[in-house]
């Protein structure tokens, strides 16, 4: 009798052991302090984009400013020049329309003394575009052609092309205006005297404006 009353004790007891032992082996539930969370980090591919969009801009506007700068003070260099000459920004008045060409384009022209507009057609439609025939008196074709070349070389024209071609002699010249757009001009210079004038040379002109900007 004794020993089974003693035996069922201990069942029970093995019982309530087991029992705390399941207990124990429940974890706790984490505090949200012990959470960390991957935040989604914003993007810098639009921030290098703009950036590069900036450089590109910057760039474009310092070489613009570069090349206008590079310009001459048109008044000391018609007076340095070894003939007297009629300025471009006085000479030019004709052919103006919705103020272009701009002043430092037609200031950085001069022109030999008795030179005359006998004919000229100017267009604006898409870019402008001007052609003039001059003719000025008492100077050979090939005394013409050097004061030109030594005009456009004194006010810094870029020089595209000084060559003879087709029986004359061809100069053209690029500059930057200052209404942001790159200038052309052009003359051409027969080689042999005009005929019917043994006094004077005829010869033609073109200025017009880059359609690119430069």
Known sequence: MTSGIETEQNDTGTADSSNNGTGSAQEEPQSAANISYALPQPSIKPILIFLACLVVVVAAGLTFMSVTSSSVNQSAVNAK???????GNSFLIPIIQNDEPPNNV???LAFPLDTTITNKKVGTVNQYDANLVLTTKNISPGKLFSILSIVLKSYKWKIISDQVQNSNDLLIGSIAGNDGFFWTVGFTVPIVQNSNSANST?????????SDGG
């Open 81 to 87: 020049l070894p003939f007297k000459t009629i300025p």
């Open 106 to 108: 037609m200031g950085s």
């Open 202 to 210: 005829r010869y033609k002109m073109s200025l017009f404006q880059q």
